[in-house]
Every structure is written in C-alpha cells, then in structure tokens.
C-alpha cells in the first residue's frame, strides 16, 4: 500500500508553531529580565510601572514646563502679555490694546534665521533633569522622548514644506573626545524618524574648541563662538539653496546659533531654522499663559 505525504500549506503548522514558542520564550525573558531589573527613570530615579516604556517615566514627561502663550511666531519665545501696556511712543495711543509689543527675542537673531521653536522652559519642571541626563549623564535614549515632543511642534508652513536637512550643532574636538558623542547628533537622529527628513552631520563643523558658555555673558558668548563652525568646501554642493534646520539641546542667547547659521549661510544655504528641545528663560517672561490669569 503506498502512502501519500501531505505537507502542511507554508507559514503554518510546524513553522507557527515554532514562532509561537519562540515569541513565548522571549515574553518570558523579557518578563524576567523586568522582574530582576526594573526599569529606573533617569529623572526620578523611581522604577517604571508596567504599562511605560522607555528611559523616563510618564510623571516626569508629564512634568515639563511648555514655553506660554501668545509666542512670536518668528522665534516661538512667550511674548509679552496681553494685559501689558503698550511701551510709550508717538503712535501708542492709536494702537488697539489687543495689540502686542514687538518681540524682543527676535531681535537677537540673525536675520538669515526663518524661525525657532522650542520644547520647555530650564528653569522648572523636569526639562533640565533630561538636558543634564542625555549631555552628562551618558543616557543617549533620553533624546527618543526628547525628540518626540519637538517633532509635535508647531512650525509656519513655508519651514514645514522647505526643510530639506537636520544639521545639529557640532561638538569641539577635545569635548566630543570627552564625552564620546554629541547629544545634538542624538536629537536629531531621533527627530529624523518622526518628521522623515534626512540628518547631515558632518555638514557642519566646529572649526576650534571654545569655552563653555554657560557662566559667560551675552556679550562674551558672541566672541566666544565668532568664526567657531564652517562648512566643509565638499559639502557646499548639496547646501547650496537649501532650507535646512538646526538641532540642539538647549537655546539661551541664539549666540551659538547665530555663528552657526553665518557659516550655513556662507556654505550657500538659502535659509536656516532651529528646533531646541530647552530654552532658558529670559527675565520678565511669564510663568503662565494669560488664559490663567483671566480664568482666576
């Protein structure tokens, strides 16, 4: 009597059943592996609970400050309040009092800069604690949440259908030796998977190393970073009248930003705008949008 060999049609049978020991197996390590080493959030030091994912938990994400509203719609920085007075001049009293004042932070930057935006405010809520966490803790996956809130916001719509490029601020030599990457790279390869636009990272570069800015004045800051970046004479081709976006982690005075931005210029970029995921506030900014003082 001869027999007749039936095989199982593909994709089932042996082989699903094959996947599914093997997708139990890994549940089962990933379980265990969560039972023995908790997920801990880089900010609050607590462990996850089991229904987050990632490097920071729900409670601090929930815990950062937005930059308030009305914001320049150049610049993104909170203007001033509604309920201000206009300052005095010849034309004050001819101007309705809805009317905002011209924006003050706009006019520290270059004018070949389109627009900026910005996530959170440093100086509250928990931005400065995921700043700190990705720059010097060595914690490179804070910049996937980080970059995830950039990507959400609002941008004019010129720099939405332009932008060709994700070039972030380049380290010195001697610092990117020391910290053996550059957190700006980090954001803007995280940010490139939510908006699809391509990163050149070696578009710009950072011709010396300079001095941290962080205790230095406004003044000090500009002469610090004057003639600091360049763009590489290969690299001229491809920026050449583009509309491309700087990337770091924090903006306070626009000085690094404005050195950047000349070279970008000077390598043949048309134009240039700048998402940071911080923004150090400036003082006589408000804490709160007018919403909340006319609902109180």
């Known amino acids: 009597m001869s027999r007749t060999r039936v095989s199982s049609p593909a994709g089932s049978g042996g082989g699903a059943q094959v996947e599914g020991a093997s997708s139990w197996w890994q549940a089962l390590a990933t379980g265990a592996v969560e039972l023995l080493l908790p997920g801990v959030c880089v900010c609050c030091r607590r462990a996850h609970r089991p229904d987050e994912n990632g490097i920071v938990c729900g409670v601090c994400l929930a815990q950062l400050v937005p930059l308030t509203l009305p914001q320049c719609a150049r610049c993104g920085h909170p203007r001033l309040s509604l309920a201000v007075p206009m300052p005095p001049g010849p034309t004050a009293s001819e ?35 995921l700043v700190h966490a990705l720059k010097y803790g060595g914690w490179t996956r804070v910049a996937q949440p980080m970059a995830a809130r950039m990507a959400r916001l609002d941008w004019p719509r010129d720099v939405v259908d332009e932008r060709a490029a994700l070039i972030p601020l380049p380290l010195g030599r001697a610092r990117l030796r020391e910290r053996g990457y550059n957190q700006a790279t980090c954001l803007a390869m995280a940010l490139s998977a939510h908006w699809h636009v391509p990163v050149w990272a070696d578009t710009l570069v950072r011709t010396r190393d300079t001095q941290s800015q962080v205790r230095l004045t406004p ?18 081709a491809s920026l050449h009248d583009r509309h491309v976006v700087l990337v770091d982690d924090v903006i306070t005075t626009a000085a690094t930003v404005n050195a950047a931005a000349e070279a970008l210029l000077a390598g043949g970029a048309r134009i240039i705008s ?6 150090a506030p400036d003082p006589g900014d408000r804490a709160a949008p007018d919403s909340d003082f006319i609902r109180n």
């Open 274 to 279: 700048c998402v940071t995921f911080g923004r």
């Open 219 to 236: 003044s000090d800051r500009a002469r610090n970073v004057s003639g600091a970046f360049v763009v590489p004479t290969h690299h001229r």
């Open 95 to 129: 101007t309705p009092r809805t009317a905002l004042p011209a924006c003050r932070w706009c006019a520290r930057l270059a004018p070949a800069i389109r627009a900026v935006r910005s996530v959170t405010r440093m100086d509250t809520g928990t931005g400065a604690d």
